[in-house]
């Protein structure tokens, strides 16, 4: 059960797939087939997309280390508990940020990377001054902050 719950994490958090071609299941390797056994039966009739989520997340999961494993599984135990409101809004913006051209998306994770470097404490009233902001003045923060990444691409180029 707890391999079927993981699965069903790898394919939310892994990036869409544009795939247009079926994953027929004797392409699959021994290992993938024995994690993927539950799906056999109806293997042929699910889309594309979710034949290449499952295959690939199932070589990610068997790629994975004893430590590796249960950090998903606690990942994943976790995402179970975010009310399913909440986690359709992550899977929003996350698909939002799949969008976003490669160099925003590299520029982003580097901020976050330098965020969790900071305190917990640091974090924690970062988060408290923008949770006092009103919402126009967050909204205002953001329109200068995209200016900001405009001017700077400008220059860039």
Do not use: C
Not at 16 to 37: F, H, I, K, R
Not at 106 to 125: C, D, H, N, P, Q
Request: aromatic content about 8%; cysteine-free; glycine content about 4%.
């Amino acid at each position: 059960m707890k391999v079927l719950m993981l699965m069903l994490l790898l394919i939310v958090a892994a990036p869409p797939l544009l795939a247009a071609e079926p994953v027929p299941w004797s392409s699959l390797g021994a290992d993938q087939q024995q994690l993927l056994s539950r799906f056999e039966p109806g293997w042929d009739q699910l889309p594309a997309a979710r034949q290449h989520a499952l295959s690939r997340g199932a070589t990610r999961w068997l790629s994975m280390n004893g430590t590796q494993r249960a950090n998903a599984r606690q990942r994943f135990e976790n995402w179970q508990k975010v009310p399913e409101r909440r986690r359709a809004v992550i899977r929003q913006r996350w698909q939002e940020f799949q969008s976003l051209p490669e160099d925003d998306q590299v520029r982003i994770r580097a901020e976050f990377r330098e965020y969790m470097r900071l305190s917990e404490g640091r974090r924690a009233e970062l988060r408290r001054q923008w949770q006092q902001k009103s919402a126009a003045e967050r909204q205002q923060i953001l329109r200068q902050l995209r200016q900001q990444r405009r001017e700077r691409l400008q220059q860039d180029r």
